[in-house]
């Protein structure tokens, strides 16, 4: 039948009917991917999109552009992909076949997934599930063919959600570490003395510059990628090269923040470190954004340039050009709309509204079990210990912020913090102890915390405890960090049950398997800081010291 042809008034009915029942299916997917992923978004926006949002004492404008962000972007990654998937619609030809099976299987799979998710409290992977749902309706209602055409602002929505912290704060590093070399080289290649120790720059006249977690890149990155990846849907280059562009945004992101370092570190040395962090790093930071635009459209160009230069030039043509909509489309979005009235669309429905009633009770059940006490750690350490043939002793228990134990999800009884020191306050060891039964989140790695709390991680390895009761030696980690009052040395270490580990991802995916089968197991993480007063590797003495009689005080009481 020709769909430009009038429709009679008997088939007006069954079109009308098939009308409501597809607006009625879409209600119920939209009202169900609202409920499960309510929490996940919520989190997203206040935690991720805008941290500043519950301060209560800022007005709206300062709670959307206040507080340190990574995905500052994140709000306009769905715009820009409702933009894109309208004109997709509109103005390309979207053929309609339907295949419900791989479809309902995808969004099956996805939407179980984000269940035990829920279940497990894992955050992050909830939001990309959330794009494999979205990848499943699509194939169910319109088939790989409309999947073909329609996969872009789908997956675009990747770039909105936001990794898990501990990765954040693993890459920051990273990338801290990698731009503060790069820089010290380049200063060293245009005859500028400079030295690099940790995340310090040394400079001439004892000039000294602190490459922090914002001139490390990850921002940039995070933000260019989705740039990037927008830029290379639409540039000129097609198939492979077209991947390649996309793969050039992580070096062209990096060497642009290295050539911004650069820059910092010659007006540290023509003027001083303080025009150089103050103004001139507060203005110069589009300048990663210039340099990274500049390099994303040369390289472009420099493809095109090089393969007309070797007598294979490539054949630019316009976006879409192949399959524009023609006049027998005209009615493509109602039919895209009314496709969601046969089976697949009601069981998608169905597996949407299983899944938000499923996501809801994992939600209740996490946050019950969290504030749930699992042993109270007030007795846990003496409040006098013999390390090292030193005498030290405690006042008693640090009470911890609200806000801490919120994030957390622990009770006070969970959490320990006290500090110790000798005759005279000399040598003082401060110890932080958080502990949970089958409470993920009450254990996270103290970078972020420590970060959070206004000092820079300069250095990160791994140390060993020897002489552990029960234990020839123990692998823990060590951070060193700076600030206005010098240097600190952190090493801790993470309780698993009965055992020990320094590997975060191995404890947090122990406990959830744990909590999956039912069995809550006990965590911990144990934390020493030891100013260092001169010597590093006397606080590092120090805290390893300390740390070996505490373990042997909590293995008893920590079960």
Same mark, same amino acid.
């Given at each position: 039948?020709?769909?430009?042809? +009038?429709?009679? +008034? ?70 820009v992909a409702v933009g894109i998937l309208y004109l997709l619609v509109r103005y390309t030809k979207i053929r309609i076949r339907p295949n419900p099976v791989a479809g309902l299987t995808l969004t099956a799979a996805c939407l179980a997934l984000h269940v035990v998710a829920c279940i497990a409290d894992v955050q992050f992977i909830r939001g990309f ?58 200063? #060293? ?79 540290? %040395? ?11 790093? #507060? ?37 879409? %050009?192949?399959?524009?909509?023609? #006049?027998? #489309? ?51 350490? +003496? ?47 401060e110890i932080l102890v958080t502990y949970s039964r089958g409470n993920r989140r009450g254990v996270h790695p103290p970078d972020q915390c420590i970060e959070g709390s206004g000092s820079t991680i300069i250095a990160k390895g791994t140390v060993t405890v020897r002489e552990v009761a029960g234990r020839e030696e123990l692998a823990c980690r060590e ?9 600190t040395c952190f090493v801790y270490v993470y309780k698993l049950g009965n055992r020990y580990t320094s590997n975060w991802y191995a404890q947090q995916l122990m406990i959830i398997w744990e909590g999956l089968r039912g069995r809550g197991l006990s965590g911990a993480l144990i934390r020493v800081a030891v100013r260092s007063e001169g010597s590093l ?23």
């Amino acid at each position: 039948m020709d769909e430009n042809q +009038p429709v009679s +008034p008997l088939a007006a009915g069954p079109s009308r009917r098939r009308g409501i029942l597809a607006a009625l299916v879409w209600l119920v997917i939209l009202a169900a991917l609202t409920v499960a992923y309510a929490e996940t978004f919520s989190v997203m926006w206040i935690y991720h999109w805008f941290p500043a949002w519950d301060s209560p004492d800022l007005g709206l404008y300062e709670r959307l552009t206040e507080g340190d962000s990574y995905y500052t972007h994140g709000p306009l990654i769905p715009l820009v992909a409702v933009g894109i998937l309208y004109l997709l619609v509109r103005y390309t030809k979207i053929r309609i076949r339907p295949n419900p099976v791989a479809g309902l299987t995808l969004t099956a799979a996805c939407l179980a997934l984000h269940v035990v998710a829920c279940i497990a409290d894992v955050q992050f992977i909830r939001g990309f599930i959330f794009v494999g749902v979205l990848l499943g309706l699509v194939v169910c209602l319109w088939g790989f063919s409309g999947l073909r055409r329609l996969w872009f602002p789908v997956v675009f929505l990747a770039f909105m959600m936001p990794l898990a912290p501990v990765m954040i704060t693993q890459l920051n590093f990273r990338l801290k570490m990698l731009a503060a070399g790069w820089g010290a080289q380049l200063a #060293d290649w245009i005859a500028i003395p400079c030295a690099r120790r940790g995340s310090m720059l040394l400079l001439a006249d004892e000039k000294v510059l602190q490459v922090g977690n914002v001139c490390s890149g990850l921002r940039t990155l995070i933000s260019l990628m989705a740039f990037g990846a927008l830029y290379c849907y639409v540039c000129r280059l097609r198939g492979l090269w077209r991947l390649g562009m996309l793969a050039m945004v992580v070096p062209v992101t990096l060497v642009a923040n290295t050539l911004r370092i650069l820059c910092l570190i010659v007006v540290a %040395h023509v003027a001083d470190v303080e025009t150089a962090t103050g103004i001139f790093h #507060d203005g110069s930071g589009v300048l990663i954004f210039v340099f990274a635009f500049l390099g994303m459209f040369g390289l472009e160009k420099a493809v095109l340039s090089i393969r007309r230069a070797i007598g294979r030039p490539a054949t630019v043509t316009p976006l879409m %050009h192949d399959v524009r909509r023609t #006049d027998a #489309d005209r009615n493509q979005a109602g039919r895209l709309f009314g496709a969601a009235a046969g089976w697949g669309g009601w069981v998608a429905a169905g597996l949407c509204v299983v899944a938000a009633v499923g996501a809801v009770r994992a939600e209740r059940l996490g946050t019950n079990a969290a504030g749930l006490p699992s042993k109270a750690l007030g007795e846990a350490l +003496p409040k006098e210990m013999l390390v090292d043939g030193r005498r030290l002793v405690t006042a008693g228990n640090e009470p911890p912020g609200e806000t801490e134990l919120r994030v957390l999800g622990i009770g006070r009884e969970d959490y320990l913090r006290r500090v110790y020191s000798g005759a005279g306050g000399l040598g003082a060891v401060e110890i932080l102890v958080t502990y949970s039964r089958g409470n993920r989140r009450g254990v996270h790695p103290p970078d972020q915390c420590i970060e959070g709390s206004g000092s820079t991680i300069i250095a990160k390895g791994t140390v060993t405890v020897r002489e552990v009761a029960g234990r020839e030696e123990l692998a823990c980690r060590e951070l060193v960090t700076i600030n206005a009052e010098g240097q600190t040395c952190f090493v801790y270490v993470y309780k698993l049950g009965n055992r020990y580990t320094s590997n975060w991802y191995a404890q947090q995916l122990m406990i959830i398997w744990e909590g999956l089968r039912g069995r809550g197991l006990s965590g911990a993480l144990i934390r020493v800081a030891v100013r260092s007063e001169g010597s590093l590797e006397a606080a590092r003495k120090r805290a390893t010291g300390f740390l070996r009689v505490a373990l042997t005080h909590l293995d008893r009481e920590l079960k």
